[in-house]
């Protein structure tokens, strides 16, 4: 930071080499007039454009060409199936019990459990993001024990998620149902 002595030198050095001129009074028509001449010029169409269709076919091969080569790199990432027999039957009865319970949960859903749904739901997807994230981990570690297990983990995980909520959705039925009775014998 310059102290104030220093600011008052610099502005005392530099006092002749500032622009305190007046500009004359058509000054401001002949800035405009040389503007518009630019703008003009800029928006001018050359005749010469028979290369530009050939440009937009060339942009589109190489754009087909990357989303090829981005799904290529795509179909190489591993799941638990991928590295044998005994971790793709693993992984297919994880998948089937997911999928019952959130059947299970499905049958479930009403206004007094919605929002409990809708978080477990939340914690699925944040489950199922880190699960894609291991996919790629697995393929680029060559099939480490770690990741296996971590893989093993979130299916795990996923399936608690789905019986601590079908447990709590269980336990609002009783509740409801406890306080209905109480309220019919009274």
Same mark, same amino acid.
């Given at each position: 930071?310059?102290?104030?002595?220093?600011?008052?030198?610099? %502005?005392?050095?530099?006092?002749?080499?500032?622009?305190?001129?007046?500009?004359?009074?058509?000054?401001?028509?002949? %800035?405009?007039?040389?503007?518009?001449?630019?703008?003009?010029a800029?928006?001018?169409?050359?005749?010469?454009? %028979?290369?530009?269709?050939f440009?937009?076919?060339?942009?589109?091969?190489?754009?087909?060409?990357?989303?090829?080569?981005?799904?290529?790199?795509?179909?190489?990432?591993?799941?638990?199936?991928?590295?044998?027999?005994?971790?793709?039957?693993?992984?297919?009865?994880f998948?089937?019990?997911?999928?019952?319970?959130?059947?299970?949960?499905?049958?479930?859903?009403?206004?007094?459990?919605?929002?409990?749904?809708?978080?477990?739901?939340?914690?699925?997807?944040?489950?199922?993001?880190?699960?894609?994230?291991?996919?790629?981990?697995?393929s680029?570690?060559?099939?480490?024990?770690?990741?296996?297990?971590?893989?093993?983990?979130? %299916?795990?995980?996923?399936?608690?998620?789905?019986?601590?909520?079908?447990?709590?959705?269980?336990?609002?039925k009783?509740?409801?149902?406890?306080?209905?009775?109480?309220?019919?014998?009274?």
């Amino acid at each position: 930071m310059m102290k104030k002595d220093n600011l008052d030198t610099l %502005f005392a050095t530099l006092k002749d080499d500032f622009d305190v001129e007046i500009p004359t009074l058509d000054h401001e028509k002949r %800035f405009l007039k040389k503007l518009n001449k630019q703008e003009l010029a800029h928006t001018t169409i050359p005749k010469n454009n %028979f290369w530009k269709p050939f440009l937009s076919i060339a942009a589109t091969i190489a754009i087909l060409v990357t989303v090829f080569i981005t799904t290529q790199q795509e179909e190489n990432v591993y799941d638990l199936a991928s590295i044998s027999p005994e971790m793709a039957e693993t992984q297919n009865f994880f998948t089937t019990t997911i999928a019952r319970e959130l059947t299970k949960l499905e049958t479930e859903t009403n206004p007094e459990t919605k929002l409990l749904i809708a978080d477990a739901m939340m914690q699925m997807q944040r489950l199922e993001k880190e699960y894609t994230a291991l996919k790629k981990d697995l393929s680029e570690s060559g099939e480490d024990k770690r990741v296996i297990y971590a893989m093993i983990s979130n %299916f795990q995980n996923r399936i608690d998620i789905l019986e601590n909520t079908l447990t709590q959705i269980e336990n609002i039925k009783k509740l409801k149902n406890s306080t209905n009775e109480n309220s019919t014998t009274i």
